[in-house]
């Protein structure tokens, strides 16, 4: 046995480690929940030279897939990490990496899909896994995910397949646990050995070594036998691609216990497909994958205690799925409990019981397998939980599937004051519930169609009229065919609105106008002060959950004091959304959508194209609205091809970016927008690091090359100037086509400075020119404000000193960075000046 | 290696549990994980340590979980302590507004941040149940530069009857170390004084529990909620409170030095600032007609911008009435009962907020 040392590490921690040890060629990411840990653990590491890994922080998870694919077509040894969304959105790599056959190890801090979206722990992502020809292997535990994460290299090699090391997010991911390491990273890679690429010196191109049995790869990058990766394959050789991949899998059936048993030799530890407690006489058994295999064991032994002959299995291997094994874990059982942490709708269980009923149909003896979907959304597993599955399965009337946990709703009562309730009105309230609701019925009965159907709860007679009908489809039926209401707007009468909804009259109250000059082509702006800009009604409710200080309310605020009428809001995931709209709860009191964290601007296209739709066709009322999509500088980055292509299209709708300079959202880590040599969580300073590498994207400049009628750079330090570019922004997305605006936005949380300072510190962003405040009008560009004609220009270090993310900058030692940064700043102006003075640039 | 713990007691399936309970900021994720460390290298126990998932903004509600048992025993429990041996209360205002003493017993040991005494404390918070220590971690913080978790640290480890004091500090000196030799010594002494100055409540309190609330709530569940998740409740977050979210100040509007700008409104994230038609120097304008104190969450940005000093910086606690405090003035009903909450967010990383912050030691 090797000698190991202890660390008290989570699941994450513990999947850097074991590559740090391996020292992967390449990682290519992409920063989600829960699995972002492992990323930047290894990027600490490296700011202190501890290992080798090539860290490429991509753009998108589909392109974090694709440079792993690229990498391993060139001989790399190649790792990842990713959870939920971002697994589902490089999904269609998966099946690549394994129909041709390129080995790389994948780790999956299993997570809900959305949506609604949710961050929380279950299974939902992982069995998207489960056809595409990658093994998987679950650990149940932090020790287990280091241990398979070198299991995983030494199998995917040996079959020349992917592996996805797989364990629950948040409770294996974030959960610290001592654990065992090899002490010496040596022993690690005299356990995996060298990768024999094709191209290695000294390696025979394509036989593998028959005395070692190791394996011989591929590799793009061998020119003296140089090979075509990727065929374009139809009938009659696909079915044969596939049967070799199948039998690639029943390969990897068979190596895995040798793989084991080497394991356990080289470190104490027994490895299995899956393992059991008190199963072997157990009458009724639960099968539950990660960390609730561990859970359900205390309930066990409470069973026990009553005489009821209970047990617990679980796997760790789900491809190649254990068939076998399973079947010794559950020879003896009556009944088994599968409990699935995913549903497969409409199946009637989730992936899990379906696989176990095929494991045992063909056991003699027959088992009742019962199903209970369970623990979604991170919904915790108590030993009770365990306890009431047993029980449960114990009634002979059982139902054969069902949920376990969920929660009815209605009036319930009350404990502690503290508990979350969704917000209603104190004392008499039912009483003043309906006045409530009386006073905006008869006001929004006169209102716009914004506000048709807000009322539709106890209007009745109202919702005869067409319009109304129109605008809120389902009214009509409210209370007719049950009890309960269908329409969509009824909050069963026992949560009282809190606002109306802000009608278009409301939200006109001519803070700014705006007209399009024909002779110069110019839309002329007037008005925008703020004393005026008071009186724009809350598009925006308060309340909601951003940090003291946060920017994002701030820009949003002076956005829409620009806009007047109507506005429909989308935002892509980040901080603004996840702030604004937690369940049972939204900020908004205008119609607002979220989709994916990439794909908002063509979401929008689609919100649109229904409305000019609907228009034409007589089905929507005439009058007109500004949509308006809303991103953090993370959506812009995953998010840049569908905001180019609708953009490219010309749809009526403005693109807004609040750009904070990192995935705050997730805890920091570096964006494109980051500025360089900043500190993040994935480009920490060191003795080999000096924070983020390359330089800040310029993103105003990318969508001006798209030729859309309105490009505008806003800051909160110039505020009148903002409000006009949101109201000529509205004009030009409504007449002309797309705008693009972008605003630099405080973080007070991860630039680590006080909330209180962040106008001066945004002023003095534009102060360094760091971010100039310009507008691109049909095609011409104009500075609207240059620090250096009033003396206030200031250097950038000025600026980095007053965050605590790039305070480090200002130090001696890193003056060739902030010379090179400084330059490229003064560049940028120097070009953005020209193209100022002359109208053709 | 370390010799074995004997723990002094144990639930019903064999672990000894720690819970704490704080508001992001305060630095109870990283105690965690330090207690969690004790207990595996110092200790030699079994441990296991995790936050609650969520959020480690300013401002919004943290706990975090420690598990203990012999190092023989597998660690089989991963849910969340809800009976805990060890309760650490970061911040006081958190009782009453978040269930942060559910599932105290007569044996558990609270320890409070709280400048009252521990009987004082035990009246106010009508904390009848369970050995209670108070200590103002806050000030010691400041006295020592260290931060309040490393207080909480070693007050914990007095508290707890078998966590020698020489195991925590080293463990202070590792974890510190490592990333800044130069806060050491502020850190550690931040340790010893938790340790030293914990005052014990009288065990023979008679105090009347609070009364479990007898109020019905309502909520959405499967057979109520409007499908798919979506939300036909618009504004409803102005049901939040925020002002948990303050760290002890307020900004206070001195209303005849307002001048109407609206600045304050242009840099306030918070939909604080009342402005309504009205008459200013006989002239028809939008004015200022005050603070919507539940949802300013003390940022402090207003005061920052204020050109005529109409906004000041005000310590809260000299205000227990607001001068000028409106409710949100576009709000349907008269009055809604507000939930208290903090800032919430996903941050879920510890990797960056693990760090030196500007105002000294470490989060």
Redesign the interface.
């Known amino acids: 046995m090797e000698e190991q040392k ?1 660390m ?1 590490d ?1 699941g994450n921690e513990l999947a850097a480690y074991a590559a740090k040890q391996i020292n992967y060629h390449v990682m290519g990411y992409y920063p989600i ?2 699995s ?2 492992i990323a ?2 290894l ?2 590491m490296r700011a202190q030279g501890e290992h080798d890994i090539a860290l490429i922080a991509a753009e998108g998870e589909h392109s974090a897939a694709g440079i792993c694919y690229g990498a391993s077509t060139g001989g790399a040894r190649v790792f990842n990490a990713t959870s939920a969304n971002g697994l589902l959105y490089a999904l269609e790599q998966f099946p690549v990496q394994s129909g041709t056959r390129m080995p790389m190890v994948m780790n999956v801090a299993c997570r809900t899909i959305s ?2 979206l949710c ?3 279950d299974h939902s992502d992982i069995m998207y896994m489960l056809n595409t020809g990658w093994i998987i292997l679950f650990a149940d535990e932090p020790q287990k995910v280091y241990d398979f994460n070198l299991l995983a290299l030494k199998l995917a090699e040996a079959v020349r397949l992917p592996v996805a090391v797989a364990f629950d997010g ?2 294996t991911s ?5 654990c065992l390491v090899f002490a010496d990273d040596d022993v690690v890679k005299r356990y995996i050995g060298p990768k024999l690429s094709s191209d290695n010196p000294g390696t025979s191109a394509f036989a593998g070594d028959s005395t070692t049995g190791e394996n011989r790869f591929y590799s793009v990058l061998d020119l003296k036998h140089p090979v075509s990766i990727g065929s374009y394959m139809n009938e009659p050789d696909v079915i044969n691609n596939r049967y070799q991949l199948h039998l690639a899998m029943e390969e990897a059936k068979k190596k895995l216990p040798e793989l084991f048993e080497e394991y356990q030799t080289l470190s104490g530890r027994a490895l299995s497909f899956g393992e059991g407690y008190r199963h072997e006489d157990a009458d009724i058994l639960l099968f539950v994958l990660g ?2 295999y ?2 359900a ?2 309930a066990v032994d409470l069973l026990r205690k009553e005489g009821i002959k209970a047990g617990v299995i679980t796997l760790f291997v789900l491809r190649p799925f254990p068939v076998r094994e399973l079947r010794v874990l559950c020879h003896n059982a009556k009944t088994i409990i599968v409990a699935d942490r995913q549903d497969s709708y409409g199946a009637g269980g989730g992936n899990m019981t379906l696989e176990v009923k095929a494991a045992l149909q063909s056991l003699a003896a027959s088992v009742r397998i019962l199903s209970r979907i369970y623990g979604l959304g ?1 919904k ?4 009770e939980d365990a306890v009431a599955l047993f029980r449960e399965a114990l009634l002979p009337d059982a139902k054969d599937f069902d949920y376990y946990g ?21 004392g008499g309230m039912s009483a ?2 309906a006045s ?1 609701q009386n ?2 019925g008869a006001q929004g009965a006169a209102d716009s169609q914004n506000a048709a159907c807000f009322d539709c709860g106890n209007a009745g007679t109202q919702n005869a009229t067409g319009a109304q009908n129109a605008a809120c489809p389902n009214c009509g039926n409210a209370g007719a065919q049950s009890a ?1 209401s269908t329409d ?2 009824d ?2 009468g ?8 802000v009608t278009e009259e409301e939200s006109t109250p001519g803070i700014t106008t705006c007209t399009f000059d024909e002779t110069t082509g110019q839309m002329i702006v007037k008005g925008g ?7 724009m ?2 598009r ?15 820009n949003l ?2 956005l829409l ?1 620009g806009i007047e009428g109507n506005v429909v809001i989308l935002f892509q995931t980040g ?1 603004g959304m ?13 119609p607002y959508l979220h989709n994916l964290f990439q794909n908002g601007a063509a979401t929008l296209s689609g919100v649109v194209e229904a409305f000019h739709q609907r228009q034409k066709r007589g089905e929507y009322p005439e009058g007109k609205i500004t949509f308006l999509m809303v991103s953090g500088d993370g959506g812009m980055d995953i998010g840049m091809g569908s905001a180019l292509g609708t953009a490219l299209r010309g749809h009526n709708l403005i693109l807004f970016e609040y750009d904070n300079g990192g995935y705050m ?5 570096l964006s494109y927008s980051t500025p360089m040599g900043a ?3 994935t480009s ?1 300073v060191g003795k080999a690091q000096y924070g983020k590498t390359f330089f800040h994207k310029d993103t105003p400049e990318l969508m001006a090359a798209t030729h859309i009628p309105y490009v505008a750079t806003v800051a ?1 330090s110039n ?1 009148t100037d903002f409000i006009r570019k949101a109201a000529k922004a509205a004009a030009y997305s409504r007449e002309f086509g797309t705008a693009y605006v972008k605003a630099i936005s405080a973080c ?3 630039w ?9 510190v945004i002023a003095a962003s534009v102060d360094c020119c760091y971010f100039p405040l310009y507008e691109i009008e049909r095609g011409i560009t104009t500075l609207n404000y240059n620090p250096e004609t009033g003396n206030k220009k200031i250097p950038v270090t000025e600026w980095f000193g007053m965050m ?1 993310r790039t ?1 480090h900058l200002v130090k001696e030692e890193y003056k060739p960075i902030t010379e090179e940064i400084q330059a490229e700043i003064d560049r940028r102006f120097s070009r953005l000046k020209a193209r100022s003075e002359h109208p053709l640039l | 290696m370390n010799k074995t713990t004997i723990l002094p007691t144990t639930n019903e ?1 064999g672990y000894f549990e720690i819970r704490l309970e704080s508001i992001g900021g305060l630095g109870a994720n990283l105690c965690g ?1 330090m207690l ?2 004790l207990g ?2 110092s200790l030699a126990l ?6 609650s ?1 969520g959020s480690e ?4 509600p943290v706990k975090a979980y420690i598990r203990w048992c012999d190092s023989e025993k ?7 302590v ?1 009976h805990p041996h060890i309760l650490g209360i970061f911040h006081e205002g958190l009782i ?4 942060v003493l ?1 599932g105290v017993s007569v044996d558990t040991k609270i320890v409070l941040n709280t400048p009252l005494s521990a009987d004082e404390a035990a009246e106010k918070y009508h904390i009848s149940m369970g050995e209670l220590y108070c200590l103002d971690a806050l000030t010691i913080a400041m006295e020592s530069r260290s931060r309040i978790n490393m207080v909480m640290l070693g007050a914990i480890a007095k508290a707890s009857g078998f966590i020698p004091l020489d195991a925590t500090e080293q463990l202070c000196r590792d974890t510190i170390g490592k990333k800044y030799p130069a806060l050491i010594e502020a850190n550690l002494n931040g340790v010893r004084l938790g340790y030293e100055r914990l005052t014990r409540a009288s065990d023979e309190r008679n105090i009347e529990p609070i009364p ?31 002002s948990p ?3 002890g100040y307020i900004p206070l509007f001195i209303q005849e030095k307002c001048i ?4 304050c ?9 009342q ?1 309504a ?1 009205g008459i200013y120097k006989d002239k028809e ?2 004015v ?1 007609q005050g603070l ?1 104190y ?2 300013c ?5 207003c ?3 204020c050109p005529t000093n109409a906004l000041v910086m005000a310590l809260e606690k000299d205000y227990p009435e607001k001068p000028y405090f409106r409710t ?1 003035q ?24 693990d ?1 030196k ?2 105002d000294g030691g470490v989060v």
């Open positions: 202890i008290y989570s929940t829960p972002t840990q930047e653990n990027d600490i949506g609604p961050i929380k722990g948040f409770f974030h959960q610290k646990r001592k960390s609730s561990h859970t064991m205390e991170g915790d597993f108590f030993v969920v929660t009815q709703g209605g009036t319930v009562p009350g404990g502690s004051t503290a508990q979350a309730d969704s917000g209603r009105a104190q003043f519930a409530a006073t905006a309960r969509p707007h909050l069963s026992m949560q009282p609105q809190y606002f109306k909804p002060l703020l004393k005026d800009a008071t009186g009604p809350m925006i409710a308060p309340g909601h959950g951003a940090c003291p200080g946060c920017g994002i309310p701030v605020n002076l004091k901080c996840v702030v604004t709209t937690g369940y049972p709860k939204t900020a908004f009191r205008i959202n997730t805890g920091y880590q500190r993040s969580s920490h909160e505020p007070p949380l991860n680590n400075d006080k909330p209180n300072t962040e106008r001066s605590g305070k | 399936n994980k969690g460390e595996a290298l079994n441990s296991l340590s995790f936050s998932y903004k300013r401002g919004s597998p660690l089989r429990v991963n849910s969340p809800t009453g507004t978040h269930p559910d479990a609330g007898n109020t019905e709530h309502f909520v959405w569940g499967w057979d109520n909620a409007p499908i798919g998740g979506v939300n036909p409740r618009i504004g409803s977050t102005v049901s939040n409170d925020l979210s303050r760290e109407n700008c609206g600045l409104d242009s840099t306030c994230p918070d939909m604080v600032f402005f038609p304008c939008m200022n919507d539940y949802h969450k003390g940022c402090l940005r005061v920052e911008i949100n576009h709000l349907l009903p008269n009055s809604i009962r507000y939930q208290k909450t903090g800032a919430n967010s996903w941050i879920t990383s510890d990797s960056y907020m760090e912050r500007v």
